[in-house]
Nanobody, 121 residues
Framework: HVQLVESGGDSVQAGGSLRLSCAAS????????MGWFRQAPGKEREGVAA???????SYADSVKGRSTISQDNAKNTLYLQMNSLKPEDTAMYYC????????????????WGQGTQVTVS
């Protein structure tokens, strides 16, 4: 079965950087689309970035220019490098995968990890 495990969340000061990781297993990683999403308390889940099997990427306007999504197909791992972090980036961050959908609409993804917390103060 598909399993996604996020890591790398932490508490950092504004202006700092973090790299989140998502280890995937249970499917042919390179054939799926992957995305990063976040949800702050009391707010709806939102898309952050997505990457498809050929490496094409898309980003939410809120993180564009500050974040980079990437993947290592040999390690079945997805990454999100976040720089110049702001307090409004504070949220639980989730990775998700889907065999068909490759964009940042969270409602379209079928498989989800448990999340990793990012707190920016």
């Amino acid at each position: 079965h598909v399993q996604l495990v996020e890591s790398g969340g932490d508490s950092v000061q504004a202006g700092g950087s973090l790299r989140l990781s998502c280890a995937a297993s249970g499917y042919t990683y390179s054939s799926y689309c992957m995305g990063w999403f976040r949800q702050a308390p009391g707010k709806e889940r939102e898309g952050v970035a997505a990457i498809d099997s050929d490496g094409s990427t898309s980003y939410a306007d809120s993180v564009k220019g500050r974040s980079t999504i990437s993947q290592d197909n040999a390690k079945n791992t997805l990454y999100l490098q976040m720089n110049s972090l702001k307090p409004e980036d504070t949220a639980m961050y989730y990775c998700a995968s889907d065999p068909f959908y490759c964009d940042t609409n969270w409602r379209m993804y079928n498989y989800w990890g448990q999340g990793t917390q990012v707190t920016v103060s």
